[in-house]
């Protein structure tokens, strides 16, 4: 048996009562992505409460993506430092902190201040909740498990919406975040009384040049994209370019120096197992995309269409809902067969989405705008459990944490990337259409603009998956002993 199996035949000796720490993971995390997007649906009124523009509002978004992209690379880093039982005390005790914080804020800056508090918290979370699930299942189990989790983490912000519309209709703003609390602190109960300390804590050297650097790197990255959609200038503005140009820097020296030291703080060699460098591409891929759909798909249908939001709701949730439920089928199919054929049919079914996608038009149907969003919905789902699963099947146990680590980094950027895209082709491709009307001036034109940006960024987002294909069918099951045999 080589190492990674006596490894993981060690693990499975120790007895964890898997549904109770699972449900502690899930349920925490299930609120903490269901407040992330519940309060976007709020951020009309919040303007108009704190007097504060567009742009300053957008920083409740901004700000959230900001720290998670900051601190998600140094989970991998915790996860070595502190036990299994410490990081998630932590990260919920931060989560209430955040929560409640947001919850009896009377202005926009103590609401801000929450928000980044619950982001700090689920910076930690996600992280712990992968690298838990790697250790304590087998390898022939993690498919199923990983594939829940999916449906949890895809249900949340997909009724997110919907949920909030109700909440803040009938009770205000305020209760997303007071309905949220008594359900984080059980989660804490339920955590203080089942979860084990399951990985073993080596406290490597801290190296604060990695550290000062990652935050440069990741963050000025993370920055730099979100605020494409911001102001006039674009990506031309200072406040897209400075930042763009020392997370770049500053991430090229954090590569660099990770590589020189013998206790990096994000080892990078994970990517070195190709099945682990092929799926974190693959979830590249997939969060870009799913970005992309979230911002796309909505403008179109309330500012090119003219719906109202609840209805442009109703059209997209039959996708999210569908995917959260072949979530742990797709899990099961990948225990079974593995990803050989599920993640490129996947992208087949993507690519066919969106061919259909960039067609649409102000007469296309509803209910085809429905189908092709599930379609593209099922796909997504087939490429990124499999994906996610496989690659980090590939690793031994001590790249666990920072595999994790890496996968998650991946996804912020990844999905602050996919919104300044969007944003800035829907923007270029409404002038262009713009320019080209014999009568710029006709009101009619605004929505026929904003159609043929949506047009333009769907146009993208097929080159991204058509990209990916080929990609796809490198992919190959990752043979991993067995520990129970």
């Not at 009938?170 to 955590?191: D, E, H, K, N, R």
């Not at 203080?192 to 073993?200: A, E, P, W």
């Not at 120096?257 to 994000?266: G, T, V």
Request: proline share 5%.
């Amino acid at each position: 048996m080589n190492v990674k199996g006596a490894e993981d035949l060690q693990n499975s000796k120790k007895h964890y009562q898997t549904t109770p720490i699972m449900a502690a993971f899930l349920l925490s995390g299930f609120v903490g992505l269901f407040s992330e997007t519940a309060l976007n649906v709020a951020l009309s009124s919040l303007m108009d409460l704190f007097q504060i523009s567009a742009s300053m509002a957008q920083w409740l978004t901004t700000g959230y993506l900001l720290t998670l992209g900051i601190l998600v690379p140094l989970s991998g880093l915790l996860l070595q430092w502190f036990s299994t039982r410490q990081l998630f005390v932590f990260s919920l005790s931060l989560s209430i902190a955040g929560t409640l914080i947001a919850a009896l804020a009377t202005g926009f800056e103590v609401l801000l201040i929450g928000r980044i508090i619950q982001a700090a918290s689920m910076a930690v979370l996600v992280p712990l909740m992968f690298n838990t699930i790697l250790i304590i299942f087998p390898p022939e189990k993690r498919g199923g498990v990983i594939g829940i989790l999916g449906l949890v983490l895809v249900v949340a912000p997909a009724t997110g919406p919907t949920l909030s519309g109700i909440i803040i209709g009938s009770l205000g703003w305020q209760w997303i975040f007071w309905l949220s609390l008594p359900v984080i602190g059980f989660c804490l109960l339920l955590g203080l009384r089942f979860i084990q300390n399951v990985s073993t804590i080596s406290k490597p050297k801290i190296d604060l040049f990695s550290l000062i650097v990652s935050t440069v790197g990741f963050g000025g990255i993370v920055f730099a994209f979100s605020g494409v959609g911001e102001g006039e200038g674009g990506w031309g503005s200072a406040e897209v370019i400075y930042p763009m140009i020392a997370g770049v820097l500053a991430l090229l020296v954090f590569v660099w120096r990770q590589n020189r030291i013998k206790q990096p703080m994000l080892n990078l060699r994970a990517l070195k197992y190709p099945m682990f460098s092929i799926g974190t591409l693959m979830l590249f891929v997939c969060m870009l995309l799913i970005l992309t759909a979230m911002v796309v798909l909505p403008m179109y249908l309330i500012k090119g269409l003219g719906l109202d939001a609840l209805t442009a709701g109703l059209i997209l949730l039959p996708g999210g809902i569908l995917q959260a439920i072949m979530s742990p089928v797709m899990g099961k199919m990948f225990d079974k067969f593995g990803p050989r054929w599920i993640v490129p049919l996947g992208l087949i079914v993507i690519s066919a989405a969106l061919f259909f996608l960039k067609g649409i038009s102000e007469s296309t149907p509803l209910i085809l705008i429905m189908i092709m969003h599930t379609g593209l919905m099922v796909g997504i789902c087939a490429v990124w459990m499999p994906s996610q699963t496989n690659g980090l099947n590939q690793l031994p146990l001590e790249l666990y944490p920072h595999g994790s680590a890496i996968m998650n980094t991946i996804q912020q950027i990844a999905g602050a990337i996919g919104t300044a895209i969007a944003i800035s082709l829907i923007t270029v491709g409404s002038h262009a259409f713009i320019e080209k009307a014999s009568d710029p001036t006709d009101p009619v034109n605004d929505s026929l603009a904003l159609i043929a940006g949506v047009q333009t960024s769907f146009v993208f987002a097929l080159a991204v998956a058509l990209v990916g294909l080929p990609l796809a069918f490198f992919i190959k099951r990752v043979q991993v002993d067995n520990p129970s045999a």
